[in-house]
């Protein structure tokens, strides 16, 4: 029997659709074998629902039994699965097993990848076959293109004059060349080892040639993890000399892996870094190790810890490890030499100028929160430790510190019942002495913190907000004061009478908050004015400006917008605020119809009655310059503006209840306009002579970028001590960015204690290939 021709609409015998199947599936088998996104062609064929129907579209279709070949011709397309095939003749050949597609060959898999070729001659499983003018166009937005390809073995496949980009072609010139491209004469896939192979290769910048390598390997896309180098980086510095980072990654399980690397430097010699990271079902953790052997240590500075040693390192881990829904544990802690190695040699994860290392237990529901951990503050610095400025060795080991917070489920007589419990222990080896101020005692103390607080909100016929408020508070603390400490104490003149190791302390506070907001509206604008004012009646503060007890907690007291309305403006449980207070105030906010909003906050605080807990001295005189020290409290606001073309500013300030002198001002403005983004700062804080500073101190800091094209864009920072007439630190660089390539270069100075410290850094990256960088500095 000859040929056969039929129509689009032909009804097929069992043969014919046996012969059209067998078609289809070897070109889908081709795209899956092509596309870097599937491992497998039977895993991508297997996927396919079981009854799937194939739709084959041509304009002629050829059946010629005698030669047992079906051909389809003219305006071939295939539907299969999710995948798409068009061709102007598809040919397959039963006795052969081949498929020839021809004509504009273009395949669209499930995932979107598009392949086009000139012809494709293959065998039905693939294991054979040739493709002409191959190129590939992935979601990914990689591309690949080869003068020819051809399969054999079943998972060899070789590349002949193959190109590969990660950037898109120019639309108006498809003909430019991209702006970087790896070209070789071979690339090899080998699918069983999942390997690419790169045979006389050059990687081309600009459709210039920039390097040549005779060979090299990598794995192919299907792998997520292989081992071998990855890129190095350039680093160094005055003290160590220049050096060249080369890491090795060992891909040693799905789960966990090593990567090992070696810098060496002109002048400290070899470092030596290995970090493990390994991964469970509920968490993982890293290990890192580092060290070197110093060659020269007298290249740093005689004042420099670091000039000490020759043999450092470190040990660095961290960890996270979900127990449940709701507990999780983890840790991150740090053991070196010295303070100083792993901020000396930019140790990644380790190199911050403080650097916490901690252990904790935390565990969240909808009512409860618990946190315990343990910690212990790393200070890396380079000072020497006789240094009177060295901070290191003053600093604590804080365990346990126990956070807990519960909230009823139910209304408690209407209201809210919170119940609060805080527990710390700090050790201390060395004390921080200094003139005017105790901020770290040598000693071993804790303390048991138990508040719980009620307030139930009551809203008026005529919108007036009436909030009563029950809180009651007990501490236990214990303190063992070494010798030193206890003549630091009794050397301070500030009216300590009593120095005892364990004491007692209980507060209780009836308190209630009025607010009544009042909304103005218009058709342009939205207003609303709402006047506050609080009332708190308590004891007053047990043992206020007598015991001599370590502060540790709440040193930090910032009297502002922010804390005008808080129950107890002390920022830790060390000190407690005693006696009956009243803050009044007014807030505002407002929306505009053209899409302004602002805010502000006025207000003052009032100490009535019993004894000013920010008037009585303690070891760090923390309520001292405070502002709340007064009977009548300076004057505390806030204002800030938001607009719809990304302007925004705000300022917080405080004003000398008396004079209206300023004593405090943050301002803050920020602006994303076009191609402009810019911040700064400006902070000013009035004279504290009992802190040590004598003087006023302003300082106004800001970074803005400038994009002046699609791809380029130039940075900056700085901040500028006004008082010093110092720019104690800036820095300036630009980038550039496309969809495949991103390359940036900074310069940055650092000036402290009269040293000068000079960054420079470049960083370069090739999406789909990796990074390469440096970061070099100098003294």
């Known amino acids: 029997m000859g040929a056969v021709p039929a129509q689009k609409s032909s009804l097929l015998s069992p043969l014919k659709r046996g012969l059209r199947m067998k078609a289809g599936v070897a070109l889908i088998a081709l795209a899956a074998s092509l596309s870097v996104a599937h491992t497998q062609v039977e895993e991508l064929v297997g996927e396919i629902p079981a009854g799937q129907q194939m739709i084959l579209v041509g304009d002629t279709l050829v059946y010629d039994f005698d030669a047992g ?50 012809e494709i001659d293959i065998t039905d499983d693939f294991s054979d076959g040739f493709v002409r003018a191959l190129r590939v166009e992935t979601t990914e937005k990689t591309y690949m293109a080869a003068e020819s390809a051809e399969r054999s073995g079943g998972n060899l496949t070789t590349f002949i004059k193959g190109v590969y980009t990660a950037c898109e072609p120019c639309e108006e010139n498809p003909e430019k060349p991209p702006l970087w491209q790896i070209k070789a004469q071979r690339v090899i896939w080998d699918g069983k080892a999942k390997t690419i192979r790169f045979e006389r290769s050059r990687f081309e910048f600009l459709g210039i040639p920039l390097a040549y390598l005779p060979y090299f390997e990598v794995a192919d896309p299907t792998v997520k993890r292989k081992s071998g180098f990855l890129m190095p980086s350039v680093v160094g510095g005055s003290e160590v000399g220049v050096g060249l ?61 670091d000039s000490t040693v020759e043999n450092r390192g470190m040990i660095g881990t961290t960890g996270e490890f979900q127990i449940n829904p709701r507990w999780k544990a983890g840790w991150d802690v740090l053991i070196q030499s010295d303070k100083n190695f792993a901020r000396s040699y930019r140790i ?94 040598e000693s071993s103390s804790a303390r048991f913190s138990g508040e719980g607080e009620w307030k139930r909100s009551f809203i008026t016929g005529g919108g007036l907000v009436v909030t009563p408020l029950l809180h009651a508070r007990a501490d236990a603390i214990n303190v063992n004061l070494s010798q030193s400490a206890v003549a630091a104490i009794a050397g301070f003149d500030n009216g300590i009478e009593d120095i005892r190791s364990h004491y007692y302390r209980a507060m209780a506070t009836a308190g209630l908050e009025m607010r009544w907001p009042i909304l103005f509206s218009s058709a342009s604008s939205t207003h609303v004015l709402e006047p506050m004012g609080q ?3 308590r004891p007053d503060e047990p043992y206020a400006g007598r015991l001599g007890i370590p502060n540790e907690d709440a040193q930090s007291l910032v009297f502002d917008a922010s804390t005008l309305f808080e129950r107890d403006k002390f ?36 100490h009535l009655a019993g004894t000013n807990s920010y008037a009585q001295a303690d070891l760090v005189n923390v309520g001292a310059y405070s502002g709340l020290e007064t009977d009548r409290s300076d004057y505390v606001a806030m204002l800030g503006f938001t607009t719809p073309f990304g302007l925004s500013a705000s300022t917080s300030a405080r004003f000398d209840e008396e004079t209206f002198e300023l004593r405090r001002n943050d301002l803050k403005v920020g602006a994303n306009i076009a191609n402009v983004s810019a911040n700064a700062s400006y902070a000013y804080i009035s004279a ?38 110092e720019l104690t630190r800036n820095a300036l660089g630009f980038g550039y960015s496309d969809e495949c390539f991103i390359y940036t270069m900074t310069f940055s100075q650092v000036r402290e204690d009269g040293n000068t410290e000079n960054r420079f850094g470049f960083n370069i990256s090739l999406r789909t290939l990796g990074e390469i960088g440096s970061n070099t500095f100098a003294q």
């Open 245 to 305: 980072t080369v890491p090795y990654y060992f891909a040693l399980s799905p789960t966990y892996d090593l990567t090992i690397s070696g810098t060496g430097y002109t002048k400290q010699g070899f470092l030596a870094e290995a970090e493990w990271r390994q991964r469970f079902d509920n968490g993982g953790y890293t290990l890192k190790l580092a060290g070197i052997h110093q060659n020269r240590p007298g290249a740093w500075p005689a004042t420099y810890v």
């Open 571 to 606: 920022s830790g449980y060390d000190r407690i605020e005693g006696g009956t207070r009243a803050n009044v105030g007014i807030r505002y906010s407002g929306r505009f119809a053209n899409g302004w909003s602002a805010q502000g906050l006025f207000g003052q605080s009032y």
């Open 69 to 118: 070949t079906v051909t389809a011709v003219g305006g071939v397309q295939i539907e299969y699965g999710g995948i798409n095939v068009v061709a102007q003749r598809v040919s397959y050949n039963r006795n052969t097993s081949r498929v020839i597609a021809s004509g504009g060959v273009e395949i669209r898999d499930r995932s979107g990848n598009k392949y086009y070729a000139e």
């Open 688 to 725: 504290q002579p009992d802190y040590g500073f004598n003087r006023d101190r302003q300082e106004v800091s800001g970074s803005a970028s400038l994009k002046f094209n699609e791809n380029w864009r130039v940075f900056a920072s700085g901040t500028y001590n006004i008082q010093d007439s």
């Open 535 to 537: 009332i708190f009646v």
């Open 348 to 441: 990644e994860g380790f190199s911050e100028a403080v650097q916490r290392s901690t252990i904790y237990l935390t565990g969240l529901s909808d009512r409860n929160y618990f946190d315990l951990r343990a910690y212990k503050f790393n200070v890396q610095e380079r000072y020497l430790d006789s240094n009177p400025g060295a901070r290191h060795d003053k600093q604590p080991a804080v365990a346990p510190l126990l956070d807990y917070s519960y909230t009823v489920g139910t209304p408690v007589l209407g209201g809210e019942l919170n119940f609060d419990v805080n527990s710390q222990g700090i050790h201390r080896k060395e004390g921080m002495y200094g003139e005017t101020k105790l901020s770290g005692l």
